[in-house]
């Protein structure tokens, strides 16, 4: 067993990684080149390194356990080195178990329930501000939030995010 497979294993023993940040690693610790991407193609061949399921495995996390939207799990995992085809088919694929409005919705109530003492038009701006930090797309927190606090909508008017291609 190589020194670099050995050294790979026992990252993936601690949490999943994608294979350019494994790659990165690697050479960070001084790995011979010829001998990392003999490493990177076992596992591969042995399905322990796949950034397909890993962009599912991730954007379901960060959705799930962690509230954050498709926007930002899209540029986590663009950070990671996972390519935009891979990412955008963990979103979808993760998209099957986790709805992302639900998620929204319970990170929107439970913010709402932390922040009683600013007054309701306030909080309500603060919450969009938030939830689009968080990745959500403006239109999704627009239409959750008009849906979970109608009588206060007044307060949403005006509020546009800057653009980005990653509300498309």
């Given at each position: 067993?190589?020194?670099?497979?050995?050294?790979?294993?026992?990252?993936?023993?601690?949490?999943?990684?994608?294979?350019?940040?494994?790659?990165?690693?690697?050479?960070?610790?001084?790995?011979?080149?010829?001998?990392?991407?003999?490493?990177?193609?076992?596992?591969?061949?042995?399905?322990?390194?796949?950034?397909?399921?890993?962009?599912?495995?991730?954007?379901?996390?960060?959705?799930?356990?962690?509230?954050?939207?498709?926007?930002?799990?899209?540029?986590?995992?663009?950070?990671?080195?996972?390519?935009?085809?891979?990412?955008?088919?963990?979103?979808?694929?993760?998209?099957?178990e986790?709805?992302?409005?639900?998620?929204?919705?319970?990170?929107?109530?439970?913010?709402?329930?932390?922040?009683?003492?600013?007054?309701?038009a306030?909080?309500?701006?603060?919450?969009?501000?938030?939830?689009?930090?968080?990745?959500?797309?403006?239109?999704?927190?627009?239409?959750r939030?008009?849906?979970?606090?109608?009588?206060?909508?007044?307060?949403?008017?005006?509020?546009?995010?800057?653009?980005?291609?990653?509300?498309?």
């Amino acid at each position: 067993m190589t020194s670099a497979y050995a050294s790979a294993l026992r990252r993936l023993s601690r949490r999943d990684h994608s294979e350019h940040e494994l790659r990165q690693s690697l050479l960070r610790k001084g790995h011979p080149l010829a001998e990392i991407e003999e490493a990177l193609t076992r596992l591969r061949r042995e399905r322990a390194l796949d950034d397909a399921s890993f962009a599912a495995r991730f954007a379901r996390s960060r959705m799930a356990h962690s509230g954050l939207g498709r926007n930002r799990i899209r540029r986590d995992l663009g950070r990671r080195g996972v390519s935009r085809a891979l990412t955008e088919h963990g979103l979808r694929e993760a998209a099957t178990e986790v709805e992302e409005a639900d998620v929204l919705d319970a990170v929107a109530r439970r913010y709402w329930t932390l922040h009683r003492a600013d007054e309701p038009a306030r909080r309500l701006r603060k919450l969009w501000a938030f939830l689009y930090r968080r990745g959500f797309p403006a239109a999704l927190v627009e239409a959750r939030l008009r849906a979970l606090w109608p009588r206060f909508q007044d307060a949403l008017a005006g509020l546009e995010p800057i653009a980005s291609d990653d509300d498309a």
